[in-house]
C-alpha cells in the first residue's frame, strides 16, 4: 500500500489538521512559475508483466525467452513477482506434513484458504489441495464414483486431455475397472446421443473436460441430466483453471477435477503441478487427499486443523480412498496467493484477456487461409486450426522468429490431419500472432 496515493477523504483529513482549506492554499508559498500546471512528460503506467520486460530489455539489449502458442494442458501465465517472495516466508514453514497443528497454523491456514476459494471458483461445497496433477484428480474421481455408487465401469469423453487418458487407463487396468470412451461431434463437444448410448446401468461416472482439449465449452447442464437419469455421477475436469474467471462453474458436476497449474505456478518440464478436486458435501467421506476445517482451541482462539486424511498410512487399508503420500501445499500456496493478488475481478479481467487474444488470433488465422475447426461452439482461449502446410513445418519456420507455434494433433487425433490446437493467454503479443498468421499462410 506504501506506493498508492491518499484516497479524496484522507487528503481533506490531512488539510484540516494542517489548518489550510486546499491544496493550492497549501503550496501558494511557491511561486506561480515553479508549479506544475499539466502532466509530466513520462510514458504511461505500466503493468507490473510490463515492467519487468522493460528491464530485461534494458540489461540485455533484446527480449528475453521465446513467444508461445502451446496450451494443451499446460499454460504459460504471467506471475506476480509477490508469489516467490511470499512462498518463502517462515510462516507457511513446518518440517513436515501438517500432522501436528500446534507448529504448523501457519501450512493449514493456507491450505484451508486455498479449499475456501477453490470452492468459491468452482461452486462446490469442500475441496482439497492433496491431488498431485489433474490427471491423477481425474482417475482418482473415476474411482471415487465408484465408491460412491457401487457400480465398475466408466465413460470417458475422447475430448479429455488426451495424456489425462493414459493416466486414468493405468489406473483403471489395476482397479479392474472398465473404461469406455465417447466420441465428440462436429462442434468438438460431447456428442449427446453416443453418450446416452454409453451409460448403461454399471456406470460409475462420466468424465468429460470443459473447456476440453480443443478449447470448446461442454454444454454441462445438459450432459448432467443425461448422466444423472442414468444413476451415474458426472465428473468435470478442468485443466485451464483461468477459464473459471469467466465461464460459468460447472455447478451441476458431481465432482470436479482441476489442474491449478494457471494459477501462479511456473511451467517447468513437467511439474510440480497443483491438482485440486472438489465435490459435494455429501460425498466428503469418499474423497481422497487431505483436508483441513477450521476450528476453535479452549481459549476461543481460531485455529486449523487437519480434519479429513484419507490414506491408509492413518486408517485400515481396506477403508482407505486414496494411497497418495504427498501434500501438494507449496504450489497449493503459490496458487492461493495468486488467486488472492488478483481477486474476483482482477481473475474476471485476466479471463477477458486471455478470450480476447485468443479470439483476435483464430481470425487472423482464418483470414490467412487456415480452417477453424468447430468454429461456433463456444470456446476459452484455445483453438484448433486446420491448415495446408504440415504443422510441424509451420512450427520448425516458426522457431527461427523465437516462436513456439500451436501443438500438433496428429498423434492423439489422427483422423484430424493437419489439424493444431492453439493458445492465447494474457503473454501473448499481438505482434507474435500476426508473425504467427503469415505462416499459418504458407
Known amino acids: 500500500m506504501r506506493y498508492l496515493p491518499k484516497s479524496e ?10 489548518g489550510v482549506k486546499s491544496i493550492d492554499d497549501l503550496f501558494a508559498a511557491i511561486p506561480p512559475e515553479y508549479r506544475l500546471k499539466g502532466d509530466l512528460k513520462i510514458p504511461r503506467a505500466y503493468a507490473e508483466s510490463e515492467i519487468v520486460e522493460f ?17 494443451a494442458g499446460a499454460y504459460s501465465h504471467y506471475r506476480p513477482v509477490v508469489i516467490d517472495s511470499l512462498v518463502s516466508r517462515g510462516e507457511f514453514f513446518t518440517a513436515y506434513t501438517p500432522y ?37 484428480g ?3 474421481a473415476l474411482m471415487m464414483a465408484a465408491r460412491l455408487t457401487g457400480r465398475h465401469k466408466s465413460v470417458v469423453a475422447t475430448s479429455v486431455h488426451p495424456e489425462y487418458r493414459e493416466v486414468i487407463a493405468t489406473y483403471a487396468r489395476y482397479q479392474g475397472m472398465p473404461i469406455s470412451t465417447v466420441a465428440y461431434g462436429k462442434n468438438g463437444r460431447v456428442d449427446l446421443d453416443a453418450l446416452e448410448k454409453g451409460i448403461d446401468n454399471e456406470t460409475a461416472g462420466v468424465l468429460i473436460q470443459s473447456p476440453n482439449f480443443f478449447g470448446t465449452i461442454e454444454d454441462v447442464a445438459a450432459i448432467a441430466d443425461l448422466v444423472h437419469k442414468k444413476g451415474a455421477l458426472l465428473i468435470v475436469s478442468i485443466a485451464e483453471a483461468v477459464s473459471l474467471g469467466i465461464v460459468k462453474p460447472p455447478v451441476e458436476a458431481d465432482i470436479v477435477s482441476m489442474e491449478a497449474q494457471s494459477f501462479g505456478v511456473p511451467l517447468g518440464f513437467g511439474g510440480p503441478y497443483c491438482g485440486v478436486m472438489a465435490t459435494k458435501d455429501k460425498f466428503v467421506r469418499q474423497m481422497p487427499g487431505r483436508l483441513v476445517g477450521q476450528t476453535l482451541d479452549r481459549n476461543g482462539k481460531r485455529g ?7 490414506r491408509e498410512q492413518h486408517i485400515r487399508r481396506e477403508k482407505a480412498t486414496s494411497n497418495i503420500c504427498t501434500n501438494q501445499a507449496l504450489v497449493a500456496l ?10 474476483r475481478e482482477g481473475l474476471k479481467d485476466l479471463a477477458k484477456q486471455n478470450l480476447a487474444k485468443a479470439h483476435y488470433a483464430a481470425g487472423e488465422f482464418k483470414k490467412a487461409g487456415a480452417t477453424l475447426l468447430f468454429d461456433g461452439a463456444p470456446r476459452f482461449n484455445e483453438f484448433v486450426i486446420l491448415t495446408k502446410t504440415d504443422p510441424y513445418a509451420i512450427n520448425d519456420k516458426l522457431l527461427g522468429q523465437r516462436i513456439i507455434g500451436g501443438f500438433p494433433l496428429k498423434k492423439f487425433y489422427p483422423d484430424l490431419g493437419n489439424a493444431s490446437l492453439w493458445c492465447c493467454t494474457e503473454t501473448t503479443a499481438k505482434a507474435s500472432i500476426d508473425a504467427a498468421a503469415k505462416e499459418v499462410a504458407l
Open 9 to 18: 477523504s484522507d487528503r481533506e483529513v490531512m488539510l484540516r489538521q494542517i
Open 55 to 71: 528491464f530485461r530489455d534494458c540489461a540485455t539489449g533484446s527480449a528475453q525467452g521465446y513467444a508461445t502458442f502451446l496450451g
Open 100 to 136: 501436528q497443528p500446534e507448529i504448523a497454523q501457519g501450512t493449514l491456514q493456507s491450505i484451508f484458504e486455498f479449499q475456501s476459494m477453490i470452492c468459491e471458483l468452482t461452486g462446490m461445497d469442500v475441496a482439497n489441495a492433496s491431488m498431485y496433477d489433474g490427471s491423477t
Open 138 to 140: 481425474a482417475a482418482e
Open 304 to 310: 486449523f486443523v487437519l480434519t479429513l486424511s484419507t
Open 334 to 343: 503459490m496458487c492461493s496467493i495468486f488467486m488472492t493478488v488478483y481477486g
